[in-house]
């Protein structure tokens, strides 16, 4: 079945960095685009990062631009994000999304908490 687990996440101080990883299993993996969203307490969903089945088109939040890069292999089935220059305002659950059979698929999610 579609599976997408999420890990890499923690606690940071201000300015530091993380990279977010998403095993994706149950599909074909390199067909189709991906994405990463955050939740915040309180707070909807949203999207942070997209990225096309090849890695040729890519897109970001206007927050995180500059700080995060969004990354794919399709030999792995891997979905990456690197987090760098972490603010307390990037503090999220972070959920990596798949499209499949026109079904969104999420993970369970990994939690980033960016505090001094």
């Known amino acids: 079945q579609v599976q997408l687990v999420e890990s890499g996440g923690g606690a940071v101080q201000p300015g530091g960095s993380l990279r977010l990883s998403c095993e994706a299993s149950?599909?074909?993996?390199?067909?189709?685009?991906m994405f990463w969203y955050r939740q915040a307490p309180g707070k909807e969903r949203e999207l942070v990062a997209s990225?096309?089945?090849?890695?040729?088109?890519?897109n970001y939040e206007d927050s995180v631009k500059g700080r995060f890069t969004i990354s794919r292999d399709n030999v792995k089935n891997m979905l990456y994000l690197q987090m760098n220059n972490l603010k307390p305002a990037d503090t999220a659950v972070y959920y990596c999304?798949?499209?499949?059979?026109?079904?969104?698929?999420w993970g369970q999610g990994t939690q980033v908490t960016v505090s001094s």
């Open positions: 999304r798949a499209t499949v059979g026109g079904q969104h698929r």
């Open positions: 149950g599909f074909t993996f390199s067909n189709g685009g």
């Open positions: 990225i096309s089945s090849g890695g040729e088109f890519i």
